[in-house]
């Protein structure tokens, strides 16, 4: 717009004929009435400083725009097209851009779509003569805040400057609370993960009292429980069942006796051969473990090891002559890992077999008591593993944790 047009466009919209006088007869430039303007009316209320980018190729209308800007108390910059608003840009530090559409040098479309692809949250408003509302909605579609048609009076350059400014600042601090948001969230989940693990462990510090328990009630078998857990644990590694999976086999492998507590103790401790009316008394061990166990949230899973820890691949055990896939998956890696202790430990009826002889019994049952799958999971674990988890729980050292499925002997070796 010619500087005589402005001129006369500001004086129409001015509120204050003292203005006018101040001027009149005056060929004033836009900056001049601006200033003149600015003394006769009172201040707004002072806000905190912003940077502002303005971008026009027509000095008068910068000129116009950065002195109401500056009067309002914002710091103003000025770049009279593209390339020079870019090099503005990338030193940083505004925190809104106001830029004319056509321009001598470069397009203030393209160097709208260039601020959005850069800095999303930094507002830019439209300024530009062009009367079209598809340009307008153009603009909007590429990231514009908003979209001022020239001429346009003070006060609504003003008010939507304003209005960008804030909506910024609410883009900020919406950021800001959200990554407060993100902060805190992370640190009760780190405080609630602490706390799930402390009261895991002493779940298992329980579990692990309740297993001493069972072995002072039947010495025969002392130490059974936590041989049978590590075997347990390491044929599960290696089948590759998940670790979540794994702990939850490993409770139900440490308690799978925990029904013979229910026992009678002269049927428990009996040294002689049992009668068929006491073995079926004894059979009820898995059924009176699965009847503790079933109730508590953190071992109702565990409990269906215990209840089915019997139960062989062709459908000959017990309680419930299960078969094949039927068993859960656990009570069959379990059986092949009681067996292996069972053969290779001490009973007052005969002295330890050996590894070894222990292999071959698993072998020969294969198909009948034991999972096949599991067997050749089984049988491609050197001895010498199990040997050495053996002595962790049973040497004089003991460092074996009963239910540490990370520990390092869990999982079979190159």
């Not at 998940?242 to 428990?268: N, Q, T």
């Not at 069959?332 to 069972?342: E, K």
């Not at 040997?387 to 460092?399: A, P």
């Amino acid at each position: 717009m010619p500087r005589r047009r402005w001129t006369e466009h500001w004086r129409e919209t001015g509120k204050d004929a003292g203005v006018a006088s101040k001027l009149q007869g005056q060929d004033a430039s836009p900056t001049a009435w601006l200033v003149a303007s600015a003394d006769t009316r009172t201040s707004m209320k002072p806000r905190k400083a912003a940077r502002i980018l303005v971008v026009d190729d027509e000095a008068h209308v910068r000129s116009m725009i950065s002195a109401t800007l500056e009067r309002q108390g914002y710091e103003v910059l000025v770049a009279s097209g593209g390339r020079e608003a870019l090099e503005a840009i990338d030193q940083g530090g505004f925190e809104l851009i106001l830029t004319d559409i056509v321009m001598q040098e470069g397009n203030g479309l393209a160097l709208l779509e260039r601020i959005h692809t850069q800095n999303p949250n930094l507002p830019v408003i439209m300024v530009t003569a062009i009367h079209d509302i598809s340009v307008a909605i153009d603009s909007m579609r590429r990231g514009a805040y908003d979209y001022l048609l020239k001429p346009f009076e003070r006060e609504h350059l003003v008010a939507t400057v304003q209005r960008a400014l804030e909506h910024r600042q609410a883009l900020q601090e919406s950021r800001t609370y959200q990554q407060n948001l993100e902060q805190v969230v992370r640190a009760r989940t780190e405080m609630l993960r602490q706390a799930m693990e402390d009261l895991e462990h002493s779940y298992d510090v329980t579990l692990e009292a309740l297993g001493d328990a069972l072995d002072l009630k039947d010495s025969e078998t002392e130490g059974h429980s936590k041989r049978v857990t590590a075997y347990t644990i390491a044929l599960a590694r290696a089948m590759g069942i998940s670790p979540a999976e794994i702990k939850v086999i490993a409770r139900g492998a440490f308690l799978h006796d925990i029904g013979k507590m229910a026992i009678p103790d002269e049927i428990l401790r009996k040294p002689g051969k049992l009668s068929p009316e006491e073995q079926e008394v004894m059979r009820e061990h898995c059924a009176r473990g699965y009847q503790m166990l079933r109730k508590i949230p953190f071992l109702a899973e565990a409990a269906e090891i215990v209840f089915t820890h019997q139960e062989h691949y062709d459908g000959s055990g017990y309680p419930s002559a299960l078969k094949g896939g039927v068993i859960p998956v656990g009570a069959r890696i379990f059986a092949v890992a009681d067996t292996l202790d069972a053969i290779t430990s001490d009973r007052p009826y005969r002295q330890a077999r050996t590894f070894d002889a222990a292999r071959e019994e698993i072998i020969r049952c294969s198909g009948t008591q034991f999972d096949p799958a599991v067997v050749e999971v089984y049988l491609k674990i050197p001895n010498e593993l199990w040997l050495e988890l053996r002595s962790e729980i049973t040497g004089q050292n003991r460092q074996f944790s009963t239910f540490d499925i990370s520990h390092p002997l869990g999982s079979p070796r190159d």
